[in-house]
């Protein structure tokens, strides 16, 4: 702990151990690290404060708890100044449980990152699951949908972050609560986002972008979309989305947009080169900002969350007037200009979470008892930069004719411009949604399941994952939870998972690490 920060909370750290000195992989630097540390600290003596006072808990506190969590995760606050204004409101908050609270002796993050290697191990687990799942809560709150038992589960897991005396034993089932909580977090957002926007339909995607001015949303929040398109209807401006965004064209509220137009760019990783020259701005909802390069940080803004010294953030009015000006301004492309996806298509679809799924059962059904279909593949996850990731596409390539490719979140950006053709005409490659729409995959899994009366282990169905931040932690608990097995997880293990824990994943879960596409193929085929 001599060094200025450190932090390993995400697939890229450095050196696959830890990011340390002034800087990290992510572009956060030494001093932000250690105003999270710090937010994160006082988040687990709220917590601890709140013990015995649960009925003095307000929406407030809650609402607290979720935006500091979620401003910890990985790519969504660079910025000191809110870091700090967030502190000092959980101070403030915890105070009012505990006025003697300041003059008592405060949990040390430096104690959890110096502990027992397995204890550090389940710890980190806990702590990394609820930054992924706050994200989930805070979405849905945007929308007006809370949980009371998952806002109360927040609290008792930053407390068992804090436990001194807690072994294996009894940190364990904490972390496969994790799991099960955010099953009804995620439960909680499809809600949300449904009765709000209607149920996602197939839909396909553009790749080109139309001449005149134009925006690009990037982000999870579909709120905020809606918010852009109603501000611009009618004023002659495109909207594009990027990254986790495109499946909010599969939305009936908002694909009624005439002026939702397509999908401009690919993974969140490739923002500082797809950015550089593009004539417009660009919206950030969401993590998944990566620090913005000179030539393009004027045209960058940010909301909720979200942010970056000196870029112009789109408070909780929701007035987009400063976007609207600046892709006025900047005027796009002269003509229509053709992109591609990474293995050259000029489109995508989405749109096939399990409500469209499951409209087809009978379809899908038929296809597997005619032998049709012989295998599921769920490829899905986060993308990221490490030349490793190419694993996917080429296993996605290598998937016989035969089976069907379920994906979600923005790892699918690696082979969704595919075409690999229809079963019963069935697309091979079905995008679900966002990271959040696991749910969806979960869904169709028990579905299947209950139709051919077996367990999820039993069905010709494998999980071949990819992972980068906190939201795929919680994912991840949330399949252990459920006693989903012979997981596959790259492109590599998290670092914060001790050999021990390891272990007993691998033993009670075969969760293990992907190999060759050719390799992991023949044995999940088998």
Same mark, same amino acid.
């Given at each position: 702990?001599?060094?200025?920060?450190?932090?390993?909370?995400?697939?890229?750290?450095?050196?696959?151990?830890?990011?340390?000195?002034?800087?990290?992989?992510?572009?956060?630097?030494?001093?932000?690290?250690?105003?999270?540390?710090?937010?994160?600290?006082?988040?687990?003596?709220?917590?601890?404060?709140?013990?015995?006072?649960?009925?003095?808990?307000?929406?407030?506190?809650?609402?607290?708890?979720?935006?500091?969590?979620?401003?910890?995760?990985?790519?969504?606050?660079?910025?000191?100044?809110? =870091?700090?204004?967030?502190?000092?409101?959980? +101070?403030?908050?915890?105070?009012?449980?505990? $006025? +003697?609270?300041?003059?008592?002796?405060?949990?040390? =993050?430096?104690?959890?990152?110096?502990?027992? !290697?397995?204890?550090?191990?389940?710890?980190?687990?806990?702590?990394?699951?609820?930054?992924?799942? $706050?994200?989930?809560?805070?979405?849905?709150?945007?929308?007006?949908?809370?949980?009371?038992?998952?806002?109360?589960?927040?609290?008792?897991?930053?407390?068992?972050?804090?436990?001194?005396?807690?072994?294996?034993? +009894?940190?364990?089932?904490?972390?496969?609560?994790?799991?099960?909580?955010?099953?009804?977090?995620?439960?909680?957002?499809?809600?949300?986002?449904? !009765?709000?926007?209607?149920?996602?339909?197939?839909?396909?995607?553009?790749?080109?972008?139309?001449?005149?001015?134009?925006?690009?949303?990037?982000?999870?929040?579909?709120?905020?979309?809606?918010?852009?398109?109603?501000?611009?209807?009618?004023?002659?401006?495109?909207?594009?989305?990027?990254?986790?965004?495109?499946?909010?064209?599969?939305?009936?509220?908002?694909? /009624?947009?005439?002026?939702?137009?397509?999908?401009?760019?690919?993974?969140?990783?490739?923002?500082?080169?797809?950015?550089?020259?593009?004539?417009?701005?660009?919206?950030?909802?969401?993590?998944?900002?990566?620090?913005?390069?000179?030539?393009?940080?004027?045209?960058?803004?940010?909301?909720?969350? #979200?942010?970056?010294? +000196?870029?112009?953030?789109?408070?909780?009015?929701?007035?987009?007037?400063?976007?609207?000006?600046?892709?006025?301004?900047?005027?796009?492309?002269?003509?229509? /200009?053709?992109?591609?996806?990474?293995?050259?298509?000029?489109?995508?679809?989405?749109?096939?979470?399990?409500?469209?799924?499951?409209?087809?059962?009978?379809?899908?059904?038929?296809?597997?008892?005619?032998?049709?279909?012989?295998?599921?593949?769920?490829?899905?996850?986060?993308?990221?930069?490490?030349?490793?990731?190419?694993?996917?596409?080429?296993?996605?390539?290598?998937?016989?004719?035969?089976?069907? #490719?379920?994906?979600?979140?923005?790892? /699918?950006?690696?082979?969704?411009?595919?075409?690999?053709?229809?079963?019963?005409?069935?697309?091979?490659?079905?995008?679900?949604?966002?990271?959040?729409?696991?749910?969806?995959?979960?869904?169709?899994?028990?579905?299947?399941? !209950?139709?051919?009366?077996?367990?999820?282990?039993?069905?010709?169905?494998?999980?071949?994952?990819?992972?980068?931040?906190?939201?795929?932690?919680?994912?991840?608990?949330?399949?252990?939870?459920?006693?989903?097995?012979?997981?596959?997880?790259?492109?590599?293990?998290?670092?914060?998972?001790?050999?021990?824990?390891?272990?007993?994943?691998?033993?009670?879960?075969?969760?293990?690490?992907?190999?060759?596409?050719?390799?992991?193929?023949?044995?999940?085929?088998?």
């Amino acid at each position: 702990m001599n060094h200025q920060m450190f932090c390993f909370q995400c697939e890229q750290t450095a050196g696959c151990t830890g990011c340390t000195g002034v800087a990290g992989v992510c572009g956060k630097k030494a001093d932000t690290a250690l105003l999270q540390d710090k937010l994160t600290e006082a988040l687990i003596n709220l917590a601890r404060a709140t013990k015995g006072k649960e009925d003095r808990i307000t929406a407030e506190t809650d609402q607290l708890v979720i935006e500091g969590l979620f401003t910890t995760l990985t790519n969504v606050n660079f910025n000191n100044e809110t =870091i700090t204004q967030l502190i000092q409101q959980t +101070e403030a908050q915890t105070q009012l449980f505990d $006025a +003697e609270a300041s003059l008592k002796k405060h949990f040390d =993050i430096n104690t959890l990152w110096s502990a027992d !290697e397995d204890i550090r191990s389940l710890k980190s687990l806990i702590l990394f699951g609820i930054r992924g799942m $706050a994200a989930y809560a805070y979405h849905a709150a945007i929308l007006h949908y809370t949980d009371t038992h998952v806002n109360k589960f927040f609290y008792k897991a930053l407390s068992a972050i804090a436990a001194e005396d807690w072994g294996m034993n +009894e940190l364990l089932p904490v972390v496969l609560e994790v799991g099960e909580i955010n099953l009804q977090c995620m439960a909680l957002l499809d809600r949300a986002n449904t !009765e709000t926007f209607g149920n996602p339909v197939p839909t396909e995607v553009t790749l080109t972008v139309e001449k005149g001015p134009f925006i690009v949303i990037s982000g999870h929040d579909l709120y905020d979309l809606k918010q852009l398109l109603a501000q611009t209807e009618g004023k002659g401006i495109h909207i594009y989305t990027h990254g986790e965004m495109l499946p909010a064209h599969a939305y009936p509220e908002l694909k /009624k947009y005439k002026h939702l137009k397509g999908n401009f760019g690919t993974a969140w990783q490739n923002q500082q080169k797809e950015f550089a020259d593009i004539p417009a701005p660009v919206v950030f909802t969401t993590n998944c900002l990566m620090p913005p390069k000179a030539s393009y940080a004027d045209r960058v803004f940010t909301t909720e969350a #979200v942010s970056y010294p +000196e870029i112009i953030h789109i408070g909780a009015e929701k007035d987009f007037t400063p976007v609207i000006q600046r892709a006025l301004e900047l005027g796009g492309y002269p003509c229509d /200009k053709k992109f591609t996806g990474i293995n050259g298509g000029e489109s995508v679809m989405t749109g096939f979470a399990r409500n469209a799924i499951l409209s087809s059962a009978d379809l899908v059904v038929d296809a597997v008892k005619s032998g049709a279909i012989k295998h599921f593949f769920l490829v899905a996850g986060c993308d990221g930069a490490k030349p490793q990731r190419s694993y996917y596409t080429q296993f996605v390539k290598q998937t016989p004719a035969d089976s069907i #490719v379920l994906t979600l979140a923005c790892g /699918k950006y690696r082979f969704n411009d595919l075409d690999l053709g229809t079963i019963g005409g069935l697309p091979r490659i079905m995008d679900m949604g966002q990271c959040n729409d696991a749910y969806s995959a979960i869904q169709v899994a028990a579905f299947l399941a !209950e139709t051919f009366q077996c367990s999820v282990n039993d069905l010709p169905l494998s999980f071949v994952l990819s992972w980068y931040e906190q939201k795929a932690v919680c994912i991840l608990l949330t399949l252990l939870h459920l006693g989903i097995k012979n997981i596959l997880l790259g492109p590599s293990l998290p670092a914060f998972i001790s050999p021990n824990v390891l272990d007993f994943l691998a033993k009670n879960y075969h969760i293990a690490p992907i190999t060759t596409p050719e390799n992991d193929l023949r044995k999940l085929l088998q």
